[in-house]
């Protein structure tokens, strides 16, 4: 499905200059039909894939206990 630069910024949750920005750099692949740029939604199935990683890392790393302290039972 191919989609406009406000609908993919709408999509991905970013301003429509970061997604130009990406076009001008060809970071992502459009299509122009001479009024406007068309992009595939499909390209970021990893970006969202990508971020879900990133999310349950991060989860699983508050999730985890927190070390004893050796110095806790050190009493003068």
């Known amino acids: 499905m191919y989609l406009t630069i406000e609908q993919i910024a709408d999509y991905l949750d970013v301003p429509q200059a970061f997604i130009q920005n990406l ?3 060809n970071r992502i ?3 122009h039909d ?3 740029y068309l992009i595939n939604k499909s390209q970021f199935n990893t970006h969202f894939e990508q971020i ?3 999310r349950a890392m991060i989860q699983d ?3 985890e206990p927190l ?3 050796p110095d806790i039972k050190d009493e003068d």
């Open 34 to 36: 001479g009024k406007q």
């Open 23 to 25: 076009i001008r750099d």
């Open 29 to 31: 692949r459009t299509i």
């Open 61 to 63: 790393y508050f999730n």
């Open 52 to 54: 879900e990683k990133y």
């Open 67 to 69: 070390p004893d302290d």
